[in-house]
Structure formats: structure tokens, C-alpha cells
């Protein structure tokens, strides 16, 4: 088989291109491409067990751990103890997170566009759809 038939070979190359172009965005941010993605999703939801933001950005919890590790050391965000489990820990964003995922989104909003600016409209709806069907179809499969 031809690698411009083969869709696995086509996905890691467009995967690797987009990952490529968005850490060369984060450059001026010092953050990892994971690590943004985190804080992402911390803007949208705050204050949430490491468990659910595990489950929320798809990492497993040793890598997960090594990201809030670092993001804490850097003071980013902070591990508190669950106000309603103290069994469990939350993960907040502080001020400082706060101030940088603030740009960080425009940051990903201009990526988003310069990314996907090759193709149409519907070129980009059907790309997104179409990797969020795989993605969920796939997504339990080993």
C-alpha cells in the first residue's frame, strides 16, 4: 500500500504537522503544547478533580501528574483539597494562569485559523466532524 493511501500514515502526518505548527505558536508563551492544552480546558471548567481533568484532555494520570508537576512549579496552577471529597484533590489556575491562558486562547484562536486556512468553510466542518466520529468510535479501542 501507497502511503498517501494509507489513512494511518496520512493521520500521523497531518498530526504531526499540526503539532509542529502549534508548538512553534507557543513558542513565546514557555509552555508545552500539552501543558497549554491543560490550562485550556481549565479556563473552560476551574477548580476540577485531576481525575476529571484527566478524562477531559485524554492523558493518563502519570503523564497528567507530570504536567500539573510543572505547570505548579511554575505557578500556573495550584492543587487544592476537594471541597466536597477530601479524599480528592482540585486542580485551580491562579492568578498568574489565569493572566496567561487568557492569551493563550486568542493564541489558539489564530492558530485554529492559520491552521486550517487551506481549505474552505465546509472543507473544515467536515474535517472536524469527521476526526470527532473516528475519535469516538475509536476512542476505547487499544
Do not use: Y
Not at 18 to 27: E, Q, V
Not at 83 to 110: H, Y
Request: proline share 1%.
Amino acid at each position: 500500500m501507497k502511503a498517501d493511501q494509507c489513512i494511518f500514515f496520512q493521520l500521523a502526518k497531518a498530526s504531526q504537522a499540526a503539532a509542529k505548527f502549534w508548538t512553534c505558536r507557543l513558542t513565546g508563551a514557555h509552555v508545552t503544547a500539552a501543558q497549554g492544552m491543560v490550562l485550556g480546558f481549565l479556563h473552560e471548567n476551574d477548580q476540577v478533580t485531576s481525575r476529571e481533568l484527566g478524562e477531559r484532555v485524554m492523558l493518563d494520570s502519570a503523564t497528567l501528574t507530570g504536567i500539573l508537576d510543572r505547570l505548579e512549579k511554575v505557578s500556573l496552577v495550584e492543587r487544592k483539597t476537594h471541597p466536597e471529597d477530601r479524599r480528592a484533590l482540585s486542580v485551580c489556575l491562579t492568578t498568574q494562569g489565569r493572566d496567561l491562558t487568557g492569551s493563550l486562547i486568542a493564541l489558539a484562536e489564530t492558530a485554529n485559523l492559520d491552521f486550517m486556512e487551506p481549505l474552505t468553510s465546509e472543507e473544515q466542518l467536515i474535517l472536524r466532524l469527521l476526526l470527532k466520529k473516528l475519535c469516538q468510535k475509536h476512542r476505547s479501542e487499544g
